[in-house]
């Protein structure tokens, strides 16, 4: 496993941006495909972005598409999330996950390594 740890979380206005970043430790960071997911309260853990090791590929979960861009800087083992024209049901927890086994990209077992999340609000 790897350890990673997220940052840039906040409260920010209904329109406004954020950028998250997440940090991973090892050597093998470019190796993996990396994901963003969100959990909500009372909610199950939900698929945002994935990025495939070299960054050649990303994908989104529709309800984000064309408001967030998941991008990764091999040389700093760390992958983003820009958050634009945020909305309020995007407020949740927001997780990094290093994806480990095969699949579409969208479930969380396809992921082995988890951060502790950063928080996220939008207020209306």
């Known amino acids: 496993q790897v350890q990673l740890v997220e940052s840039g979380g906040g409260l920010v206005q209904a329109g406004g941006s954020l950028r998250l970043s997440c940090a991973a430790s090892?050597?093998?960071?470019?190796?993996?495909?990396m994901g963003w997911f969100r959990q909500a309260p009372g909610k199950e853990r939900q698929f945002v972005a994935a990025?495939?090791?070299?960054?050649?590929?990303?994908f989104y979960a529709e309800s984000v598409k064309g408001r967030f861009t998941i991008s990764r800087d091999n040389a700093k083992n760390t992958i983003y999330l820009q958050m634009n024209s945020l909305k309020p049901e995007d407020t949740a927890v927001y997780y990094c996950?290093?994806?480990?086994?095969?699949?579409?990209?969208?479930?969380?077992?396809?992921?082995?390594?988890w951060g502790q999340g950063t928080q996220v609000t939008v207020s209306s």
């Open positions: 996950a290093r994806r480990y086994w095969g699949g579409t990209y969208f479930h969380p077992d396809e992921y082995d390594s």
């Open positions: 090892g050597r093998t960071f470019s190796t993996f495909a």
């Open positions: 990025i495939t090791g070299s960054g050649d590929s990303t």
